[in-house]
């Protein structure tokens, strides 16, 4: 496996490749980024992965800084899993001016579910995977479901732009205990870690009533919130979603997707369950 850190050796190194899978990612990898290569080895060759924490999508405050950075620890993941190439820039070799120009994600979105907590993120999501798609050049690129909102994001971005790739979702690895895999796990507290399943469990209660047959999204939702304020967490946000749109669902819903976000003590999850609420009764 190579590790480059500049754009001209990735170019050199991917000259006259076709089918290149990618997965983007901001390093710290745990097993839910291996899920990624390992999907992304069906897919395509080379496999490439970009390790790059990106200063955009982080708003003041944010935990840019602490932000673990583990570029030794996870090229040998990567080499484990197979990967070909990684691509390592730091913040000057992605900006080497300031990014005055970046990709407007509308505001319905962009202010939407977390983007209305993380003013700004969306956009700097959107423009740094967009710098990374003309860098590498790929033919499918593939992200997590856990940051579905994300998704959607750049699922639209390519269908707007008619980026030349396919859009891979990977399902979310879980913990035994149902907490989903995120590199920001490792923020909390031995206490913080055994309470963090219950936002998975909460999203689950609201698909389980749905799926036995309520309706009242809105009760549902808001009894989620009410069980986690009552167990300390802060919540950000939790709302009922159709899959395919991430808009209010209406009856012509088929998917339907219930998304959380919430804090405990200084670290916030996010955390997300889809289902067909027909289809599965
Ligand atoms: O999901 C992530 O790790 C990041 O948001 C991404 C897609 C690599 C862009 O920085």
């Known amino acids: 496996m190579q590790v480059v850190h500049t754009a001209t050796e990735l170019r050199a190194a991917l000259a006259g490749a076709t089918e290149t899978a990618f997965v983007p990612t901001m390093g710290n990898l745990h097993a839910g980024h291996i899920a990624l290569v390992e999907r992304a080895k069906r897919l395509g060759r080379p496999v490439v992965a970009s390790i790059f924490v990106n200063p955009l999508q982080f708003g003041a405050g944010e935990d840019f800084e602490r932000y673990p950075r583990t570029l030794a620890a996870d090229c040998g993941k990567l080499e484990a899993a197979g990967c070909d190439l990684v691509f390592a820039p730091d913040v000057a070799e992605m900006y080497p001016v300031p990014q005055t120009y970046a ?91 055994m309470q963090a399943p219950q936002l998975q469990r909460e999203l689950a209660a609201i698909a389980a009533a749905i799926l036995a047959g309520e309706r009242d999204f809105a009760a549902l939702t808001a009894t989620a919130r009410r069980h986690l304020n009552m167990a300390g967490w802060r919540v950000d946000y939790v709302e009922l979603r159709d899959a395919a749109t991430l808009a209010v669902p209406t009856a012509d819903s088929r998917r339907l997707v219930v998304l959380g976000a919430a804090w405990l003590g200084s670290t916030r999850l996010i955390d997300n369950l889809d289902f067909a609420p027909d289809a599965d009764r």
């Open 103 to 193: 990709v407007h994600v509308p505001e319905a979105m962009a202010n939407d579910l977390c983007g209305a907590f993380r003013p700004g993120h969306f956009s700097g999501v959107a423009t740094v995977v967009l710098k990374l798609f003309n860098l590498v050049q790929p033919r499918v690129a593939v992200f997590g479901k856990k940051d579905f909102q994300q998704l959607q994001v750049i699922r639209d971005l390519v269908r707007q732009f008619n980026l030349p790739l396919d859009i891979e979702g990977v399902d979310t690895l879980r913990e035994a205990d149902g907490l989903a895999m995120s590199s920001r796990n490792g923020y909390l507290s031995a206490a913080e870690r």
